[in-house]
């Protein structure tokens, strides 16, 4: 069985973001740019599946600008077999990258589609949910627990629901999503970020995948949240159970 | 434009928490869903979709058709197919659903089961959803936050009916006074299901939901949240967080270093990842304050924080601050705090 992972590049997750000054989005020139954090989790769940036996390859793909090939070069320093870059300018919706998603089934017809739950970017948490409906595929989202039985071709997915887990069975082929505690994703040694140089990254477009790039969402603005107004440090207990009591009346 | 039709897709109630289970009635957060559809039609003409089967499912029907007086209408799917709140079913169900009745907006909750199932229910229909509104500003305009609130995005849906969307229920409370006047009753209506297509429901299963102790409020609409963070070192210690939560009434949170310790379960988590609060009071004990952490409580209405250093980010937001060593200050709060009431 082969496993596709979707893998973003976005602002790294460390980074105060900066909203600019036209109100047009956020700044990402000379911004340090990194894996997603849940793209990262997917991955190593795909490679823990693979060295586990029970996946014959791992296959990284990236939507988006020139520079993904970076992001696409870590996952496969981090241990995926090939990378498939869709090159896009401009911003791609989730619909967009879901519809590619499917179409890049079509060729490789993985077995199991693995992608993180949502992108510390856009916060959407939509795509995995998306490209499963359109493949018809049963999905488990927010996974913090897989177990493949290949015999059977099942997946059990436990996820994290509100209120506590919940554990789905799955036929496959699926899509599964990752949350934060499934696993911790390993680091790319320094031999393995070399021979990832010559590992090979497929590229195509959007057209080539008869995938249409135009959306029906439109950014209006890009604005900062609003300040919280300052406030102030108290010496004591006392003083802070009165100013609750008193000033802010919460208590 | 003509009048709206809207719906919203309720997690059905009996999945999601025990207590429900037991009193068959709706989810606090799927009202706030309500609430948003009525900002997008003055007309009461707002319809909410129950599925599910068995006799508290019954129950929850009843209460659902007298929830809320925006709800004109209620549309029952009752089968057991919907037993349990799988995506499969649910968005065939939502799919079905529009096709024949051609609603303007498709809202649910931004809870875990809306966030599974309204992406894929909009896969089916082709437009792009948008998740987790805080505002809406137009029959197709919405903000929300993107880059863990660090910055809010307004976007326009420029696509063919439906509109889909999440909606943050800390943004949309339900006003007391329409708490009060209720409605004079919904009707109610069964779907019929006998076209509903099979093609991908059954290849999903439910297995088993393990639910946490929910003897405290609700995390998601408590009034008053008291969290851990890191600087609390042992799960024993956060005890002292759980107890000072108790005196309070408070829904107990913690921050993901607390939470990846093992100190307590992850459905405590308070962050971009985990979930957004805005209560009337957060009290923060030992959480420095990162911006993970910042997502999903800076828009609590008054924020404490105690923290032993002084140049913690927490205090950037906080509007009450205490620099101090909290073994020394919770076991003081304990004491001096007022009985509940």
């Known amino acids: ?251 | 434009m003509g009048s709206l039709k809207t719906t919203s897709l309720f997690p059905q109630a009996i999945h999601f928490s025990i207590r429900e289970h037991e009193n068959g009635s709706i989810k606090s957060q799927s009202l706030s869903a309500v609430e948003a559809a009525k900002s997008l039609s003055d007309d009461n003409s707002v319809s909410m979709l129950l599925a599910g089967s068995g006799p508290s499912f019954n129950e929850a029907v009843k209460h659902a058709a007298s929830s809320h007086p925006s709800i004109s209408q209620v549309l029952v799917a009752d089968s057991d197919k919907f037993a349990y709140p799988i995506a499969e079913p649910w968005a065939k169900l939502v799919h079905m659903i529009q096709q024949r009745e051609k609603y303007s907006h498709i809202i649910s909750a931004s809870g875990s089961f809306g966030k599974n199932v309204l992406p894929r229910a909009a896969a089916l229909l082709d437009v792009s959803p948008i998740t987790d509104v805080i505002e809406i500003s137009g029959s197709s305009q919405f903000v929300r936050p993107i880059y863990a609130g660090n910055a809010l995005c307004t976007v326009r849906y420029t696509g063919a009916n439906p509109c889909m969307l999440t909606v943050r229920a800390t943004s949309f409370p339900m006003p007391k006074s329409s708490a009060e006047s209720r409605s004079n009753g919904a009707s109610i209506s069964q779907v019929d299901l006998s076209a509903l297509d099979e093609d991908s429901i059954g290849k999903s299963r439910y297995v088993k939901h393990t639910s946490q102790d929910a003897e405290r409020p609700d995390l998601g609409s408590a009034r008053i949240v008291v969290t851990g963070g890191r600087g609390l070192k042992s799960a024993e210690n956060f005890k002292m967080i759980e107890k000072l939560a108790e005196k309070l009434g408070a829904a107990v949170g913690a921050t993901r270093a607390v939470v990846d310790a093992g100190f307590v379960p992850n459905d405590l988590q308070v962050g971009q990842t985990g979930k957004i609060v805005a209560p009337e009071l957060y009290m923060a004990f030992g959480v420095s304050g990162a911006i993970q952490h910042l997502a999903g409580m800076r828009d609590s209405k008054v924020i404490v924080a105690v923290n032993k250093d002084a140049d913690a980010p927490i205090f950037q937001v906080a509007d009450y601050g205490l620099v101090g060593d909290l073994f020394e200050v919770i076991p003081e709060l304990l004491e001096k705090f007022p009985e509940k009431k």
């Not at chain 1, 911004?31 to 997917?42: D, G, L, R, T």
């Not at chain 1, 496969?76 to 090159?87: Q, Y």
């Open chain 1, 1 to 251: 069985m082969k496993i596709m992972v979707a893998i973003k590049r976005v602002v790294d997750y460390a980074v105060k973001i900066r909203v600019k000054s036209d109100r047009t989005g956020v700044e990402t020139n000379n911004v340090k740019m990194s894996m997603n954090p849940f793209c990262e989790i997917a991955l190593e769940e795909a490679l823990r599946i693979k060295e586990s036996g029970l996946a014959s390859e791992v296959v990284a793909v990236s939507m988006g600008p020139a520079q993904c090939v970076d992001t696409l070069r870590t996952g496969l320093a981090m241990g995926a077999d090939r990378g498939v870059h869709v090159e896009a300018a401009g911003q791609l919706y989730p619909l967009t990258v879901a519809k590619i998603l499917k179409s890049l089934v079509e060729v490789e017809k993985p077995g199991l589609i693995i992608l993180g739950k949502q992108a510390i970017d856009d916060d959407c948490n939509q795509t995995g949910q998306m490209v499963a409906g359109l493949l018809s595929w049963p999905q488990g989202t927010f996974a913090s627990k897989v177990v493949l039985d290949k015999e059977k071709q099942l997946a059990m997915v436990e996820r994290e629901v509100d209120g506590g887990l919940e554990t789905l069975e799955l036929d496959l082929p699926a899509v599964i999503t990752t949350d934060l505690r499934l696993n911790q994703p390993r680091y790319a040694t320094l031999p393995n970020i070399m021979k990832a140089k010559s590992k090979p990254i497929k590229k195509y477009t959007p057209q080539e995948l008869n995938v249409d790039v135009k959306s029906d969402l439109e950014v209006i603005q890009v604005t900062e949240p609003p300040k919280r107004k300052a406030g102030v440090i108290l010496s004591s207990v006392e003083e802070l159970i009165d100013k609750l009591k008193n000033e802010a009346r919460v208590i």
